[in-house]
T-cell receptor
Framework: QQQVKQSPQSLIVQKGGISIINCAYE??????FPWYQQFPGKGPALLIA?????SEKKEGRFTISFNKSAKQFSLHIMDSQPGDSATYFC?????????????FGKGTMLLVSP | KAGVTQTPRYLIKTRGQQVTLSCSPI?????VSWYQQTPGQGLQFLFE???????NKGNFPGRFSGRQFSNSRSEMNVSTLELGDSALYLC????????????FGPGTRLTVL
């Protein structure tokens, strides 16, 4: 049972464009939703995270939109740059474990063309 | 501060053997989690340790085990290796509590032949 579904699997965006990655979750006990960025040969690194009490969070060019009723959240990368080319993972966790137990989506490979 | 370190970075084993992977968390971090990353299944949670106690365990067979030492360093062990155990094993450390960022190490690439 895949508790966090992520789409698309891969994405090609032109430099300066907007990259949008979507995730949907099933478990309503989840209440912490981070996004991770992974470059080849590296471990994932936290980009931005949100809780269900807000509908949007922005940090620089990265924005999370959250729709609690639809159990969906998305990552928007504005003014996408070639350096943003990486694999992005959405994740979710629930209270009780210190948020150290993450359920990940299967990832989106983003390529930003120059 | 030094990041999460994992040793070894690469490992080749044959079916039936066992393997031990090591993780040193960021200084001051007492929570260590392990994940398996494969192209097919993505990132899957293995287990989490805090203060030498396993707090959570993912849906993996008993061949996968771990432990944490008093200095927060952690090891995971896989016995009776199978071809399907070939994966990138990632360790992450964090300060235990809410909204704590998990810092991932570079991983150990295990290949089972």
């Amino acid at each position: 049972q895949q508790q966090v579904k992520q789409s698309p699997q891969s994405l090609i965006v032109q430099k300066g464009g907007i990259s949008i990655i979507n995730c949907a979750y099933e478990n309503t006990a989840f209440d912490y939703f981070p996004w991770y960025q992974q470059f080849p040969g590296k471990g994932p690194a936290l980009l931005i995270a949100i809780r269900p009490d807000v509908s949007e969070k922005k940090e620089g060019r990265f924005t999370i939109s959250f729709n609690k009723s639809a159990k969906q959240f998305s990552l928007h990368i504005m003014d996408s740059q070639p350096g943003d080319s990486a694999t992005y993972f959405c994740a979710a966790s629930k209270p009780g474990s210190g948020y150290s137990t993450l359920t990940f989506g299967k990832g989106t490979m983003l390529l930003v063309s120059p | 501060k030094a990041g999460v370190t994992q040793t070894p970075r690469y490992l080749i084993k044959t079916r039936g053997q066992q393997v031990t992977l090591s993780c040193s968390p960021i200084s001051g971090h007492r929570s260590v989690s392990w994940y398996q990353q494969t192209p097919g299944q993505g990132l899957q949670f293995l287990f989490e340790y805090f203060s030498e106690t396993q707090r959570n365990k993912g849906n993996f067979p008993g061949r996968f085990s771990g432990r944490q030492f008093s200095n927060s360093r952690s090891e995971m062990n896989v016995s009776t290796l199978e071809l399907g155990d070939s994966a990138l094993y990632l360790c992450a450390s964090s300060l235990f509590g809410q909204d704590n960022e998990q810092f991932f190490g570079p991983g150990t690439r295990l290949t089972v032949l």
